[in-house]
């Protein structure tokens, strides 16, 4: 799987119940100002669908006018090499030592039915092994990272050779992997016990970003966190320690050259306590919501 290997999405995807969105004017898209620079946040699903666009009016004009983009971590940046250690378990440790044997038994299962050997998977981090199979599940939906937002906006960017910055280095996300081995057992097992269902999920995260629903995006995301309560922890390491670190990133470049910015994050950097946006405020910036421009 390529650099985002659908961080959010795991978190997100595995428990959905039966929550529908409800339509509002909103969409996931933000105008900041500051000084002489104009900037738009657009909040990403990094796999969608291919029918899953066209994006509003509004965001393709936005992204149009716009010189510069803006993304978590440009594509090209990830180097193969430096994922090896945050995608597998250092030698002489494995998958099996650190899951219970009924959990290990499960994952196992699980990860035949994908066709991923045993002895390949008793090499990958715990975290790894679930996006992995994440991954397969969506591709057998035809739900792909190809067509997610920031990819399909990235080779949009690269066409009209626009510049292209990056609020992280690749190794910030791959940590995200390491911080997994920090769920218990019981959420992992949980989480293998949900896979099947993870392209329901996503269809209703496609429909609530399209519905403008961010508080039916946050129920998504906090719904696990009554019955396991570190996941509260893991939510802080892959957002809001995230959110601030990006947040300075993007006003460094800002600051440093004055112009027009397309920036695309995934969806839940942007909305909740403190968000990008709240931040960004915070700094001074004057940040509206924009509205569907067909209602």
């Known amino acids: 799987?390529?650099?985002?290997?659908?961080?959010?999405?795991?978190?997100?995807?595995?428990?959905?119940?039966?929550?529908?969105?409800?339509?509002?004017?909103?969409?996931?898209?933000?105008?900041?100002?500051?000084?002489?620079?104009?900037?738009?946040?657009?909040?990403?699903?990094?796999?969608?669908?291919?029918?899953?666009?066209?994006?509003?009016?509004?965001?393709?004009?936005?992204?149009?006018?716009?010189?510069?983009?803006?993304?978590?971590?440009?594509?090209?940046?990830v180097k193969n090499d430096e994922m090896v250690q945050y995608m597998l378990y250092p030698i002489g440790t494995s998958l099996d030592k650190k899951l219970s044997k009924s959990t290990y038994k499960k994952i196992v299962k699980q990860a035949t039915k994908y066709g991923l050997d045993e002895s390949y998977l008793k090499l990958m981090r715990v975290g790894y092994a679930l996006l992995t199979m994440t991954g397969f599940e969506l591709i057998d939906h035809n739900i792909k990272e190809k067509f997610g937002i920031d990819n399909m906006l990235y080779s949009k960017a690269k066409s009209a050779n626009k510049t292209v910055f990056q609020l992280e280095e690749p190794v910030d996300q791959f940590r995200v992997i390491t911080a997994m081995d920090k769920l218990s057992d019981e959420y992992i097992s949980y989480s293998i016990d949900q896979l099947d269902s993870t392209a329901i999920g996503i269809e209703k995260m496609m429909s609530a970003w399209k519905a403008g629903d961010d508080e039916l995006i946050m129920q998504y995301a906090l719904e696990d966190t009554e019955k396991f309560p570190e996941v509260k922890d893991f939510h802080k390491v892959i957002l809001y320690d995230r959110n601030s670190k990006m947040s300075d990133s993007l006003n460094e470049i800002i600051t440093r050259k004055s112009g027009k910015y397309f920036v695309v994050v995934g969806a839940g950097h942007l909305i909740g306590r403190d968000s990008m946006v709240e931040i960004l405020r915070k700094k001074g910036y004057d940040v509206q919501r924009q509205t569907r421009s067909i209602k």
């Not at 659908?6 to 004017?25: C, F, I, Q, R």
């Not at 716009?66 to 594509?75: A, K, Q, T, Y």
């Open 1 to 77: 799987m390529k650099n985002k290997i659908l961080l959010t999405l795991v978190v997100w995807a595995l428990s959905y119940g039966s929550l529908l969105a409800e339509n509002t004017d909103s969409l996931f898209f933000w105008s900041c100002k500051k000084g002489e620079s104009e900037v738009y946040l657009l909040g990403s699903i990094h796999a969608v669908k291919e029918n899953f666009y066209p994006l509003d009016l509004k965001i393709d004009m936005a992204s149009n006018k716009c010189d510069n983009l803006v993304l978590e971590v440009i594509p090209d940046s």
